[in-house]
């Protein structure tokens, strides 16, 4: 004579540790939910606040770039960006690379590229500088100082 389970038994035992899947799905919908706030605020600020697009240009770019709320504001929305995108893409490769092989190059290529460009990203946030001390001032932006 053959048991049954009882109903909602696990069919498959599950494995100890962290359950990385379904903390990759909770980032993509908590994250998801931030990028939309971040990405309109920032939309809003720069093409419907003051003079609007034509606005935008190096000196508007470097007076936000002062302000280490705005760079706060802009790296936040750059790292959960980048982090949003390459685990959409590792989804992406987990649903349709067939061999295992491929896959693993895929997802440290991605691993690699958004850690790259959130590096890059970062520094350019939190070093910017639009009036370089020692720089030519033929190439340096009209409204710096000449030093």
């Known amino acids: 004579m053959t048991a049954i389970q009882a109903p909602r038994t696990p069919a498959v035992t ?29 939309l809003f600020v720069n093409l419907m606040v003051g003079k609007g697009v034509s606005a935008i240009d190096f000196a508007f770019v470097g007076g ?25 893409m590792r989804t992406l490769v987990n649903d ?4 295992p092989a491929m896959a693993k190059v895929f997802k440290w290529a991605l691993f690699l590229s958004a850690a790259v460009l959130i590096v890059l990203g970062t520094l350019v946030i ?10 030519d001032p033929a190439l340096v932006a009209s409204f710096c100082a000449t030093r």
């Open 126 to 135: 939190f070093t910017f500088d639009p009036c370089p001390a020692g720089a």
């Open 14 to 42: 599950r494995r100890k540790g962290t359950n990385w899947e379904k903390w990759g799905w909770i980032y993509m919908r908590a994250s998801g939910v931030l990028l939309v706030v971040l990405i309109f605020g920032h």
């Open 64 to 88: 936000k770039y002062a302000d280490p709320f705005w760079q706060v504001w802009d790296c936040v929305m750059l790292w959960l960006a980048l982090i949003h995108g390459a685990n959409g």
């Open 96 to 99: 349709y690379t067939t061999r």
